[in-house]
């Protein structure tokens, strides 16, 4: 992108007008993070919370050096649960391995349910083997939103040594659940895990059944 385009989005950011703003993010999608990045912490506590939700999300995935210090502090500090939330998601997006402390802690002692889920779902991201405790206390959640996000990321990191916790879901009323797990199940060859497969590949829904027989082709292809 020329320099006079970053010239006039940078201008933009700086626009009394909310919409000028939240175009001018929107418009550093294509631009390489060694340019974005300082633009979009122009916005980063801007008084709009959209804009700000959306300038957290973009600097996880156009991080710079300073990406990951800021989005610490978001998470660690900002009074708002969904900028929270949006931060430790995108630290998720970071996989920076520096962050697994500061999920652990969200997890366990952010008081907003919104918070914990992004933590379990970063933690999944970070595909850290460390994150089994907490992914097995995000399992006995009675939320669905959490159990799905605990059985993806035990899926992402590949703890085969939770498939026994996570087959207990296998009859979930949630379809959503069932397909994560069916999912989840892809990435963590055990003895258990085709006859459960093949169970869910029965399932009512679709999606449970196409997802358990994508696993199964996963799992067979790893094998030969």
């Known amino acids: ?26 418009s550093l999608r294509d631009v390489p993070a060694a340019q974005a990045a300082p633009l979009i912490r122009q916005v980063i506590d801007d008084d709009n919370m959209q ?7 973009a600097l996880g995935i156009k991080p710079d050096e300073h990406a990951f210090d800021i989005l610490i502090r ?14 430790a998601g995108a630290l998720g997006y970071l996989e920076d391995p520096r962050a697994f402390e500061s999920l652990v802690r969200a997890f366990y002692e952010d008081t907003d349910w919104l918070v914990r889920f992004s933590a379990a779902v970063a933690l999944g991201n970070l ?11 995000a399992l006995q959640s009675d939320q669905e939103v959490m159990q799905q996000a605990a059985i993806a990321a035990v899926g992402e990191i590949g703890d085969v040594a939770a498939v026994d916790e996570i087959l207990k ?35 009512i829904h679709f999606q449970v059944a196409e997802a358990a027989r994508i696993s199964l082709d996963r799992l067979e292809a790893q094998a030969l």
């Open 1 to 26: 992108m020329a320099s006079v385009d970053l010239d006039q989005i940078a201008a933009n950011l700086q626009s009394p007008n909310s919409k000028d703003r939240m175009l001018a993010l929107a």
């Open 51 to 57: 804009i700000r939700s959306m300038a957290v999300f």
């Open 74 to 87: 978001l998470l660690t500090s900002d009074p708002d649960y969904g900028i929270r939330a949006d931060a």
């Open 127 to 137: 595909k850290d083997p460390r994150a089994h405790d907490v992914l097995m206390q």
């Open 169 to 203: 879901f296998a009859q979930s009323p949630d379809w959503l659940v069932r397909q994560r797990l069916a999912e989840a199940l892809g990435h963590l060859p055990s003895p258990k895990t085709e006859a459960a497969l093949r169970y869910l590949e029965k399932d």
